[in-house]
């Protein structure tokens, strides 16, 4: 197929064209430089071209590509798989669980990969419902962090259950045993809202992905060119085709939001409806919701300054204001973090229940309190010191530290609500530290499983979604008003 | 009666791809016969086409029917087939209906949009009649189905309208 | 006290028997007769098959995860030099009326017997999510961290009324419902009741000063019926609404007495 590099089609004759060669024209010209090159939106190259380029860094490995592929394939080997298989085959015991700490690490993994799953949610969902622009390159790139990391939360389930052979029992199908799993259960609630998720989550990463694979296959040769082809199942890009597709990502994108939300929140309730002292907290609902926001969202950092530093022509699509945009909403979610966490710490230590009381103190002055103030200077003091300023906010690098900094403070929160609350119970003869074992090479297995994966599919599925891009470049253009330009919007769709 | 044959014409940009139709629909060719594949999604009064009908909400809510019944048989349904006592809740607990209810409702509503689109779209479709790959690299074709005896004056037509090119294809539109 | 609950009037048999009278089988524990000596706790690791633990790892006793069904407790009061002790405190399953550890298990291995009034432990359907033994405000759940083996000849001492567990499985104490079926059928197959004091579980029967009394709660003329009304009587964590089917009699030592 010919690549021919011509303009889009704009609804709006391109800027810069009229040129008089007038002074205040050309400062004009000169801003207009300006935005071109720092807003996506406006700095619109042919469609040709970005398929190019989506093609090109898809395709492109070089070797220290593949030497990360095999050692994390090696540490999900040995680190993940085998060591489940040791789990399984001896028993919990190989764990750090005991009495009264019976929920560990794989809780505080499970919690923390849907979490994570949330940002990418957000992004497609919720950024596209209030239609805001700046998330069109990088919808896809957080989607895939939902659904991948919806497998890992699903496979640290799994890890922590005694006779994990037998879990299909939960599945709600009729069976000879005529017996139906106990709804009245949190657990149950779980399986429930977090297949609806995950499914829904796959599917809604699939939809706007059939036209990018029609574009791939028309690019392609060989096996990628047959798996494009059943992955775009013959679509054309037809006016029907696109009215479906796009009522279906319409209904998918409102209709996720409160599945989104519903997750999260029926995960704290398997916290919240047990009478542990430091669980059974009313708030923990929206408290769980923000903490996703606010960990996912750092992920998404993370994996963008990853993207574009590694693969081609990342550059392009993935620019200063996406990092400047996120950092504001990654500052805005962290203050509404801190208002949950404040009212989550104050309740107990106001009141005089002594359980809740010996918690509180337990958390901050234990032998675990190092994680207690990991998380606050992670979740609230680095955020809060740097976020605010623009330049700093618009440094890549420096985005992806928070990311880091941000998941272990959320990481520290989880396991303070996890292993670190349960060491307290009612009764002070029953209280002891946990001390994770198998759980700690376990868990960096699931990190390097969810790398692993996330590799794979930037090299199978073209990461940016270019129609998308497309579609908002072909909206955006300046418009003069009064002596200056200024970006216009069209509601095209 | 004569004979039929397909032309396809493409465009690089809306206004010259709605001139195109424009001039389609004064030669007498009706919407029926022509047929745009584009490689965004453009709205239909851009280019002067009819406004398309989609099934896909109304299959949505099929599905969230049969997921809301799902979610109601499990919390409800169940405990009647097989009741069990557990402590402090009845055995029909509401919230928890609530929760299942919702969550059933919605996989059902968005499972089913998703096979919609499948449906509607007659996906798989790998025998698709007519395509122009240049579609994804932004162009706009319009393919129109026209008696023999207007082909001249259709191709002229398209290419005074800005057709980068016209060529004929062995197609039958939808 | 009253607790408002919501009634389920079309189907009586709905809830988990908490609120008709106080329960069935229940039990009294004198805690000033007492005296930590932990017969309860072999005789009921006899009768119940209880996996010993330690083999496998010794370190596993020391990180909590021995199997007590029934446990003594100690506790003191004071700073080291001037510690006192308190009674000891036999804790094993309340057999809560309004058990948390039942509503949150997900495939009902931990449910309500409308029979016995007891909580019910299922191994064969346990998949070991754990969640009934964080939800227990007693702490007195035990799961199997591992397989524990029996080396010949000890899988001889087995008692046959008792299935065995794998390693996943949560267990507590049951009461020793083994012999509450073995008394209740006799009675049955004599045409009568069951007298009181005919079933008696491996703890009661084991302890030396018979501080541990197990009869049926609502039969007014029991023995553990009128022991539970003494004075010295208090429930553990009751304000939990758990409505535990046990009776502590204070003894001398806790609160600061001389006993």
Known sequence: MAVTANPLPHAHPSPGNTGTGKPEEAGAHHEEHENHSEHLMLDPKPRGEMNAMAMESMLSTNWKFWVVIVILAVIVGYGFFYQWAILIIEGQGVAGVTRPDYWGLFLVDVVFWIGISHAGTFISAILRVMKVEARRPFTRAAELMTTFGLVQAGLSVFLHLGRVWLTYWMIPLPNQRTLWPDFHSPLMWDFMAITTYLLSSTMYLFLPLIPDAAMARDRSTGWRKLFYRVLALGFRGSEREWKHLGTAMNIFAVAIIPVMFSVHTIVSWDFAMASRPGWSSTVFGPYFVIGALHSGISAVLLVLFIIRSTMKHMEYFLRLEHFDFLGKLSLVISMAWAYFYFNDYIVPWYGGDVADKELLHFQEHGPA?????????????????????????RTPWLMAFIGIAVNIGMYAERYIIVPVSVTVTRSPFIARLYEAAIEIPITIGMFAFFLLLYMLASRLIPLIPIWEVEEGQAAHSLQKVGKADIVTLSELE | MSENFTLVALFQDVNHAAEGIGKLHELGIDDHHIDVLSGIPI????????????????????????????????????PLLYPLHVGGQGLFPLPPTLIISFEMTMLGLMGFSFLGVFIESS?????????????????????????????????????????????????HLP | MSHPHEHDHE???????????????????????????????????????????????????????????????????????????????????????????????????????????????????????????????????????????????????????????????????????????????????????????EVVPACAQACPADAIVFGRLDDHESEVSKKALNGRGYRHLEDLNTLPRITYLKGGSTHGGHG
């Open chain 1, 369 to 393: 309190a190092w994680i207690w103030y990991t998380m606050l200077i992670c979740n609230i003091a680095i955020p809060w010191l740097i976020l605010w300023n623009k330049n700093w906010r």
């Open chain 2, 43 to 78: 709205k239909g009064s851009i280019l002067g086409r009819p406004h398309f009908k989609t099934n896909v909400p109304r299959i949505g809510m099929v599905g969230a029917g049969l997921g809301l019944c799902l979610g109601l048989f499990f919390l409800q349904g169940t």
């Open chain 2, 123 to 171: 996906f798989p479709a790998f025998d698709a009649t007519h395509y122009a790959p240049e579609v994804s690299d932004g162009k706009i074709a319009v393919f129109c189905n026209c008696p023999t005896d207007l082909q001249e004056q259709v191709t002229n037509a398209l290419t005074a309208a800005g057709a980068e090119s016209v060529r004929p294809v062995e197609a």
């Open chain 3, 11 to 197: 189907h009586p048999d709905s809830r988990a028997n908490a609120e008709e009278g106080s329960g069935k089988w229940g039990m009294v524990i004198d805690q000033d007769l007492c005296t930590g000596c932990q017969a309860c706790v072999a005789a009921c690791a006899m009768e119940n098959n209880i996996s010993f633990i330690g083999d496998v790892r010794e370190s596993d006793i020391a990180y909590g995860r021995s199997m007590q069904w029934i446990r003594i407790e100690r506790f003191w009061e004071g700073e080291y030099p001037n510690v006192s002790m308190t009674d000891y405190q036999p804790m094993l399953c309340q057999q809560c009326g309004n058990a948390p550890c039942e509503p949150v298990c997900p495939v009902f291995a931990s449910v309500h017997s409308s029979a016995e009034d007891l909580n019910l432990q299922v191994y064969n359907r346990c998949i070991g999510t754990r969640y009934c033994a964080n939800n227990c405000p007693y702490q007195v759940r035990e799961f199997n961290w591992r397989d524990w083996p029996l080396p010949e000849p000890m899988n001889h001492r087995l008692n046959p009324d008792v299935t065995v567990r794998q390693r996943g499985v949560m267990e507590k104490c049951t009461f020793c419902i083994q012999r509450i079926h073995v008394g209740e059928n006799l009675a049955e197959s004599e045409g009568r009741e069951v007298h009181d004091g």
